[in-house]
């Protein structure tokens, strides 16, 4: 179980063990590749890992590019990686 701390910032404890603040970015930037990565899933001839994968390439852009639309950093992958939609 999470637990949050929500009178202290970056206090956080899973099952009991607390989380250091590394451990929380690394979790927040693969809740968002993996978002990315179902989108590529649905749409692309991909394997899961492939697509999370390819998740993780988006944020790469974003932070690459900063200003960068999210929109525009997923057509740069698609582009890139020739991908193939189903």
Do not use: H, W
Not at 14 to 22: A, H, L, P, T, V
Not at 63 to 83: D, F, M, P, R
């Amino acid at each position: 179980m999470v637990e949050l701390n929500l009178t202290e910032p970056f206090k956080a404890t899973i099952d009991g063990r607390k989380i250091s603040i590394r451990d929380m970015g690394e979790i927040a930037k693969y809740y968002q590749a993996s978002g990315y990565a179902e989108y590529f899933y649905e749409n692309y001839k991909l394997t899961m890992v492939c697509a999370i994968d390819l998740g993780y390439e988006v944020i790469r852009q974003l932070n690459k590019y900063n200003g960068t639309t999210e929109e525009n950093a997923i057509a740069t992958v698609v582009k890139k990686y020739a991908l193939e939609e189903r």
